[in-house]
Nanobody, 126 residues
Framework: QVQLAESGGGLVQAGDSLRLSCVAT????????MGWFRQAPGKEREFVAI????????YYREAVKGRFTISKDNAKNTMLLQMTSLRPEDTAVYYC???????????????????WGQGTQVTVSS
């Protein structure tokens, strides 16, 4: 069993930066493909950035490319999301998630994820 805990959210102004952290408990973190998802009020949960279990392959939704960077440190059981040039439309609850994935590729679909954190609020004011 893996438990995930996010931190680092907050209230910032447009153009600012934030770094979200996801710390995992359990000994199988290195076996998990990981992802950051977000959900804004009245909207469905959407993927933001995903990374394969070895941390060598990443994929981003178009709206965050060039602004967000995902990374995974298997030695520290930690995943990060560095967010720069934040926009009001980035406002949402951000969740980290982990998926058992045997082929070392990123996982896009939320339903394929086995573990979820509680979420951290990111609010970007204009």
């Amino acid at each position: 069993q893996v438990q995930l805990a996010e931190s680092g959210g907050g209230l910032v102004q447009a153009g600012d930066s934030l770094r979200l952290s996801c710390v995992a408990t359990g000994r199988t973190f290195r076996e998990l493909a990981m992802g950051w998802f977000r959900q804004a009020p009245g909207k469905e949960r959407e993927f933001v950035a995903i990374i394969n279990r070895s941390g060598t392959s990443t994929y981003y939704r178009e709206a965050v490319k060039g602004r967000f960077t995902i990374s995974k440190d298997n030695a520290k059981n930690t995943m990060l999301l560095q967010m720069t040039s934040l926009r009001p439309e980035d406002t949402a609850v951000y969740y980290c998630a982990g998926a058992h994935e045997p082929y070392d590729v990123p996982v896009v679909t939320a339903s394929q994820y086995d573990f979820w954190g509680q979420g951290t609020q990111v609010t970007v004011s204009s």
